[in-house]
């Protein structure tokens, strides 16, 4: 079946976005590199970034060995987003329209609803945290936080999520704006406060851990930050002009998301290094427990930085996760698709809320299970774009019949086998999920000690799928760029 190229539409009606998948107007493509910080910026300046400070310390790594993954493993994956989002200027269309060139029209649905559940299941998370966080502060303030204050916190959060996805890129762009000042200077107030719970002689006397300890916690930070938005990285970028900078795209898509979270990582492994009680509270309720340590009266304005920086990923999240279901050959309007996404949204945010043992455990092993597909995807469009000269043919994106054809068999079975060796060199035993401790079934075979060996947490299937897909493609599809970018 082929599909036809959408025609470029009115971006707006009405103050909201009607453009889905369809090519971006050249009249419309005015952003500017820079544009990009705000977005970046906004949806990484949430403290839940300091939880990741007490997830590290639990593979038994010193403060050092935990800052020097927390620089590496931002940095260096939202440089993959960076890489990504060039895409997005070649090509004036999302993410998962772009991936079309490496994968077909057709093909690409595979790796299409892998994005799709991993935007789902990113937003749904944030969503939690915002809810968990609530409650909590509703506790300490000593006002009720029986079930209905969590189906209310759940209802209002998923409103604010989809009622900011559904408006689009233009009003998110000016919401970005807002909540980059607002959240941006409560969570210095923040750091400020919490530096006098920080025992620095605890932190630094951590031990050192195994290098395999490190590399797990490499992985984790990597699959936590940038992997985790690589599907979505040129979403934004399509309306960039045609004549911005690759490499400022790519700088400013970095710097933005990079410059909150190393800050946030650091403060929250210095927070989590200095109490045992609230790392291990930080498991259950990552940030409600960072509100332990403050005063009653900063509560509320914690709360409101809490809420609104999970607000600014989880609207981004779920815009693009609408985007990417029109690819999947469902023919709604974007607006429709955001609505969709955020039902599930709120069914996944009330199971988790009132069903799930806790909120690490099938945070982890979504992290584990979709970042191993993720990755091989990953390095397969970085490779993809790494091959290409000329911008893509935006016409043939939608015709199955042009230069891209409608499945692309070398992508595909790359695909399919990166991730299959991938999900054999991860573990995944956490609890309340057992339904996908299969994993790892290659540990053993391979010489790695298998599952309860050294290198068992260390998840190298996520950064072996990574690699993988950027080496067999570059090598594989060298040809097959060359000749349609010939046509």
Known sequence: MTQTAPEPSATTRKGIETTGIEIVEESQRTAHPRDLFLPWFASNVSVFGMSYGAFMLGFGISFWQALAATLIGVIVSFGFCGIIAIAGKRGSAPTMVLSRAAFGTQGNKIPGVISWMTSI?????????????????????????????????????????????????HIIMKLQAVLTWITGILTVIYLIMAVGHIDWHAAASLSSASFPAFIGALTLIMTSTGLGWTNIAADWSRYQSRTSSGFSIA???????????????????????????????IGADPVGALATILPTWFLIPFLLTAILSLLAGAINGIYSSGLTLLTLGIHIPRPAASLIDGTILTIGTLYVVFVAPNFISPFQSFLVTLGVPLSAWTGIMMADITLRRRPYDETDLFDGSGRYDRFDLISIVTFVIVTVIGWGLVINTYEGVNWN??????????????????????????????????LVTLVTRRGRVHRQESR
């Open 121 to 169: 299941g990113w937003e749904t998370s944030l969503a939690i945290t915002a809810v968990l966080a609530t409650t909590t502060i509703f506790h300490r303030l000593g006002w009720s936080s029986g079930n209905w204050v969590k189906i209310i916190a759940t209802i209002v959060v998923a409103l604010l999520i989809v009622g900011g996805a559904v408006a689009g890129y």
């Open 251 to 281: 700088f400013w898509n970095v710097f933005g998301a990079s410059l909150p979270l190393i800050i946030l990582i650091t403060g929250g492994l210095l927070l989590a290094a200095s109490s045992h009680d609230l790392s291990d509270a």
């Open 437 to 470: 401790n299969w994993q790892g079934f290659l540990l053993g075979p391979l010489g790695l000690g298998g599952r309860e060996g050294d290198w068992a947490n260390a998840n190298l299937g996520v950064l072996g799928a990574l690699v993988l897909g950027y």
